[in-house]
């Protein structure tokens, strides 16, 4: 089973100020995603990266996936208190299991107005 | 158009119990998936049907859980003898196939007491 290590587990930050969280493996994925989770609702998909070295940019979120596809990063710029919530990367397997994500833990982020 | 849905939303029962957990997927989709979210964890992957048919069953923790989409839309995830241990948010996804994104539904959260 392939695992990914997301960090920092918990972020609490002002608002304004900027963040990394980071997500590391030893395996390699086909693509890797970054999900945000609200409280009592499902993970909602952000983006997929696919090709090693990808750079991918949502308004003040930028994804950056290994040139090893093994790791992605997601930085956030001037959080906003609406940024608040449970981030997620998750890896996609290849061959039979395509199908399958693995999820790292999670990490909380708070921006405190 | 409807999200995902999943019934009840939240189940409570004494161990030892059976329960059964009940998906309705997105109208189309013929690929669902479950998953376990334990607290301050990320999902993991419990079982992913294609159509009728579970094509990855590997995250099933032990043979007291079981899941079953008999016409390839609802889907049902049962589990015998219920342990505290199993308490969790049991998540559901679906996709228009196993490559495409997956939408959440926003979880039936389960207690054993």
């Known amino acids: 089973t392939q695992l990914l290590e997301q960090s920092p587990q918990f972020l609490s930050i002002q608002e304004g100020e900027n963040l990394t969280v980071y997500c590391n493996s030893s395996s390699v994925f086909s693509s890797l995603q970054w999900y945000r989770q609200e409280p009592g609702e499902g993970p909602v998909l952000l983006v997929t990266v696919v090709t090693g070295g990808e750079v991918k940019k949502l308004k003040r979120l930028t994804f950056q996936f290994g040139d090893a596809r093994k790791d992605s990063s997601l930085h956030i710029t001037a959080a906003q208190p609406g940024d608040t919530g449970l981030y997620l990367c998750?890896?996609?397997?290849?061959?039979?299991?395509?199908?399958?994500?693995?999820f790292g833990q999670g990490t909380i982020l708070t921006v405190h107005p | 158009g409807a999200g995902v849905s999943q019934t009840p939303s939240n189940k409570v029962t004494e161990k030892g119990k059976y329960v059964e957990l009940r998906c309705d997927p997105i109208?189309?989709?013929?690929?669902l998936y479950w998953y376990r979210q334990s607290l301050g964890q990320g999902p993991e992957f419990l079982i992913y049907f294609q159509g009728t048919g579970a094509a990855d069953d590997s995250g099933l923790p032990n043979d007291r859980f079981f899941a079953v989409r008999p016409e390839g839309s609802v889907s049902t995830l049962k589990i015998q003898r219920t342990e505290r241990g199993d308490s969790a948010v049991y998540l559901c996804?679906?996709?228009?196939?196993?490559?495409?994104?997956?939408?959440f539904g926003p979880g039936t959260r389960l207690t054993v007491t």
């Open positions: 996804a679906s996709s228009p196939g196993p490559v495409n994104e997956q939408y």
């Open positions: 109208s189309g989709h013929t690929a």
């Open positions: 998750a890896g996609r397997e290849g061959g039979t299991s395509y199908g399958k994500l693995t």
